[in-house]
């Protein structure tokens, strides 16, 4: 596998990454790791499909946001719209840390997952707004060129899976995500099976982030990144798909007008796309 991520140039700064970025009870519990088992834990992490979840995923995932965020947006006072966040946080916890006051905003459809995200950052120090609607309607919930960073953390597979789910009628926001996960996976096994993937999910996932561009400002920056669970393997997700994910949406986007891609030094090409408005 292509590492998410150097590995060597962590082990001086996680510490001390993990001290702020992390919160009381979670940097005791990392600091309770030993520290060669918290390495060994930290190169797992980026060389192989993620199978351990430990303060340490909490601690570099939280840091490598806190790179992202300084690379695409280094002036303070953010609007950050994320799409499918689920209920993971690690972008808003970053945020009110790097930049308190700023604006987080994320549009995610799922019931229950909203339910667990408000939960986790009604205490933080920036600003949230929770859209619970499809990230394809953004337009009747944000103004034009109001946000300056749209963010896919791990959450492209997210939303190719919703597509095709919803052509089959298949519920994803009452329903558990986790429960309904293997029904999402023969659903993209199948697809990819009889070669109808890319035909019955590209034209909708490229229409919503051309909705998406238009609430960028001009000149904001759409950050896509992905990396594999080694349960969706375990669970039959197709491997050439789960790794590749990135270089195909590249393939797609190159049909819109309205971006081009933009590298930042440091980020994979095989994990993170960054597209800025043409
Ligand atoms: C498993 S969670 C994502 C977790 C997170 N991105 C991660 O992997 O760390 C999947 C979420 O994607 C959301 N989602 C998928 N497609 C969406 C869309 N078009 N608009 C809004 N939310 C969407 C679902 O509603 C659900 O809350």
Same mark, same amino acid.
């Given at each position: 596998m292509i590492p998410l991520d150097r590995y060597a140039r962590w082990p001086d700064t996680l510490d001390a990454l993990a001290r702020t970025y992390l919160d009381g009870s979670d940097f005791k519990a990392y600091s309770a790791i030993p520290g060669p088992e918290r390495l060994s834990q930290l190169k797992n992490l980026l060389?192989? &499909?993620?199978s351990q979840f430990t303060p340490v995923n909490d601690a570099y995932f939280r840091a490598r946001w806190a790179e992202v965020l300084r690379t695409v947006? &280094? !002036? =303070? %006072?953010t609007t950050l719209l994320e799409i !499918? =966040? %689920? #209920? /993971? #946080?690690m972008i808003p916890q970053v945020m009110a840390r790097d930049d308190p006051g700023s604006r987080y905003i994320t549009a995610n459809a799922n019931r229950p997952l909203t339910a667990s995200l408000r939960r986790k950052v009604k205490d933080l120090a920036l600003e949230v707004v929770v859209i619970e #609607? #499809? !990230? /394809? +309607?953004i337009s009747r919930h944000l103004a034009p060129e109001s946000v300056d960073v749209v963010a896919f953390q791990h959450g492209v597979n997210d939303v190719l899976q919703a597509i095709l789910c919803d052509r089959e009628g298949v519920? +994803?926001?009452? =329903?558990d995500w986790m429960e309904t996960l293997p029904t999402m996976i023969e659903i993209v096994r199948r697809e990819i099976d009889q070669n109808t993937f890319d035909a019955n999910v590209r034209p909708s996932f490229l229409s919503l982030l051309q909705s998406l561009l238009a609430v960028l400002r001009q000149d904001g920056v759409v950050v896509m990144s992905h990396y594999m669970f080694q349960l969706d393997l375990d669970w039959g997700y197709p491997p050439e798909l789960w790794q590749d994910l990135i270089p195909i949406v590249r393939e797609w986007v190159k049909d819109l007008p309205e971006c081009r891609e933009v590298v930042f030094e440091g980020f994979d090409p095989q994990w993170w796309l960054f597209l800025a408005r043409e």
């Open positions: 060389e192989k &499909p993620i947006h &280094p !002036a =303070s %006072g !499918a =966040s %689920g #209920d /993971a #946080d #609607d #499809d !990230a /394809a +309607t519920d +994803t926001v009452q =329903s």
